[in-house]
């Protein structure tokens, strides 16, 4: 190979690059070590005590900051650890504009966690720059973004938002779960911090809880480091050595479930039973063209409504090959009913402020034969 990069697909294989110098072993070895012994005790090694550092931990960092762009990678035991160290970087007095339709895990750690820390949050459209940049204030620090959002996929354009916070110095963090970096890279559109739940399509096979934090700027790696050893939510060395497994069949996982999505989706449009469909890549969604320029691919979720409660029910009772369950990302396909599991602990009238109705339903479209996922679907809509 000369010295030019690799494209993402060769680097999330790992490949020669992983090769164990000690042994030739193909991968990265599972270092289940706690502590490191110290050759000169006047100045320990690369690594002291795992919660510090771990070379399995660190294998995985380094990929996923590669694959993001950034110069730093933190891996934590769950997204919302991950999610929590970044919200860690506020102090009191501080100010977070987010999103309304925010994951929430995330709503849950800043209205019932931070708050008690004199973190200050408040909820926007963020779909909608003007409201992104009416909701800033003097004491804003933080911009906290997710698009494609959960569950309707609703778009918010990384590059202005991220720009209207850099302009007044406020950090700009985007939750990149549902686009990966393969599909979209928020450093590139402007922003400090891009998290993950590493759960999801990172770790791609509803196996393991994981996390991860890329950073672009140094000085902001120091403070995430700090953070990530302070709070110490990391990832264990053998869940790292998992995630790392996981992520080398990213790509083709990815491509086959998001076309396997953008199929289904078109297919939901015309399904009698399907009252509205909710996907980027279908060419009514009102954020099409800013996805398509902020990211290469609708990606692998879709959420449709079936127009009623009962019609909900009948179709989650009817489906024999998703799992019904919350999550999503995994090799299998999982339909989740937001109403009743992700959202249920909002107040029904926020709910429906968001469109979140009691006849709404998500799709992970797994790596099922997408026929066989579509008449499953098709005979559940129908009430068969
Ligand atoms: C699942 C999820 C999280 C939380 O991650 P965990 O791994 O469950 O802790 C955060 N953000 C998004 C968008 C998610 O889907």
């Given at each position: 190979m000369s010295d030019r990069k690799t494209r993402p697909a060769t680097r999330l294989v790992g490949g020669r690059a992983e090769?164990?110098?000690?042994?030739?072993?193909l991968g990265v070895p599972v270092v289940m070590a706690s502590t490191f012994h110290h050759p000169d005790p006047a100045s320990p090694g690369p690594y002291d005590y795992s919660r510090s550092g771990n070379p399995t931990r660190g294998a995985v960092e380094s990929l996923v900051a590669d694959l993001e762009g950034g110069t730093a990678g933190f891996a934590f035991a769950s997204g919302m650890a991950a999610i929590t160290t970044v919200l860690a970087l506020l102090g009191q007095g501080d100010h977070v504009l987010t999103t309304r339709d925010l994951y929430g895990g995330t709503y849950r750690a800043l209205t019932g966690l931070f708050s008690r820390f004199g973190v200050d949050a408040t909820f926007v459209d963020a779909t909608d720059p003007a409201e992104i940049e009416a909701g800033l204030?003097?004491?804003?620090r933080m911009l906290w973004l997710e698009?494609?959002?959960?569950?309707?996929?609703r778009i918010t354009d990384l590059a202005r938002a991220c720009a209207l916070a850099r302009e007044r110095g406020v950090l700009s963090v985007v939750d990149n779960t549902f686009m990966t970096p393969l599909r979209q890279r928020p450093l590139d559109l402007g922003a400090d911090v891009v998290v993950h739940s590493a759960t999801k399509f990172l770790g791609g096979h509803s196996d393991l809880m994981a996390g991860v934090v890329v950073v672009g700027e140094p000085g902001l790696a120091e403070q995430v480091k700090y953070l990530q050893n302070a709070l110490g939510g990391v990832l264990s060395p053998h869940d790292a050595w998992l995630l790392l497994r996981g992520i080398k069949t990213l790509k083709a996982r990815f491509d086959a479930e998001e076309q396997a999505a953008a199929d289904l989706a078109r297919r939901l449009v015309g399904h009698p039973g399907v009252e509205r469909v909710f996907y980027p890549g279908l060419p009514g969604h009102p954020g099409a063209g800013v996805h398509r320029r902020q990211a290469s691919g609708p990606g692998a979720v879709v959420s449709f409504d079936v127009g009623s409660g009962d019609r909900a029910l009948e179709a989650l009772r009817a489906?024999?090959?998703?799992?019904?369950a919350v999550s999503l990302g995994g090799v299998e396909s999982i339909l989740s009913y937001p109403w009743a599991m992700s959202h249920a602990a909002m107040p029904p009238e926020h709910r429906l402020a968001l469109g979140i109705t009691p006849g709404l339903l998500r799709l992970s479209v797994g790596l099922e034969d997408p026929g066989d996922l579509w008449e499953d679907l098709d005979r559940a809509l129908d009430g068969r």
């Open positions: 090769v164990d110098p000690a042994t030739g072993a204030r003097p004491g804003t698009t494609p959002s959960n569950p309707l996929l489906v024999r090959i998703p799992a019904v």
